[in-house]
T-cell receptor, first 115, second 111 residues
Framework: DTGVSQDPRHKITKRGQNVTFRCDPISEHNRLYWYRQTLGQGPEFLTYFQNEAQLEKSRLLSDRFSAERPKGSFSTLEIQRTEQGDSAMYLC?????????????FGPGTRLTVL | GQQLNQSPQSMFIQEGEDVSMNCTSSSIFNTWLWYKQDPGEGPVLLIALYKAGELTSNGRLTAQFGITRKDSFLNISASIPSDVGIYFCAGHMEYGNKLVFGAGTILRVKS
């Protein structure tokens, strides 16, 4: 399967713990995005990487959130000192830099539950 | 921030019927996309539209990019049970890197 993959698919944690999610984009895609989706809503943009450079961050990305893409391939999203409000589906997407760069392909998501 | 108004919020239709949903915005977008999401999964891209007035089909799906660049619609013809799910519109502005999503249309099909 050459689609976007995310790990883990589900994570349950206690408030105050740190969690880290991983995203592996489609191999030839150099653009990578993180979104957050809560129940009954569409995905909301968190951050964007082109290769290893983080070029855009949403105001939704508080200081407790950090994302990296060290070698321009996979990416990690870390949430420190989790809060119950962080419970959501975290989605990763990737796209090319060609003419169809606006077509973002999503992974299956990581469902986070903070108790 | 930008918001997309997607309607209807949900619909419950008979198998074989045609379905129509739309999305409007106060902002201009240079790309409109339609996604389908099944429970517990990520959104799957159905159709991408790049030009104002463009009409694009993908099997039983047809979508149009409004001429004002502020709206789009999606039609599904002859619905089948596997069409159930949540359909999202998303817009991409000329400058920037993010997609802005609507709140989704929940489609339920009676067999």
């Amino acid at each position: 399967d050459t689609g976007v993959s995310q790990d883990p698919r589900h994570k349950i944690t206690k408030r105050g713990q740190n969690v880290t999610f991983r995203c592996d984009p489609i191999s030839e895609h150099n653009r990578l995005y993180w979104y957050r989706q809560t129940l009954g809503q569409g995905p909301e943009f968190l951050t964007y990487f082109q290769n290893e450079a983080q070029l855009e961050k949403s105001r939704l990305l508080s200081d407790r959130f950090s994302a990296e893409r060290p070698k321009g391939s996979f990416s990690t999203l870390e949430i420190q000192r989790t809060e119950q409000g962080d419970s959501a589906m975290y989605l990763c997407a990737s796209s090319t830099s060609g003419s169809s760069y606006n077509e973002q392909f999503f992974g299956p998501g990581t469902r986070l539950t903070v108790l | 921030g930008q918001q997309l108004n997607q309607s209807p919020q949900s619909m419950f239709i008979q198998e074989g019927e045609d379905v129509s949903m739309n999305c409007t915005s106060s902002s201009i977008f240079n790309t409109w996309l339609w996604y389908k999401q099944d429970p517990g999964e990520g959104p799957v891209l159905l159709i991408a539209l790049y030009k104002a007035g463009e009409l694009t089909s993908n099997g039983r799906l047809t979508a149009q990019f409004g001429i004002t660049r502020k709206d789009s619609f999606l039609n599904i013809s002859a619905s089948i049970p596997s069409d159930v799910g949540i359909y999202f519109c998303a817009g991409h502005m000329e400058y920037g890197n993010k997609l802005v999503f609507g709140a989704g249309t929940i489609l339920r099909v009676k067999s």
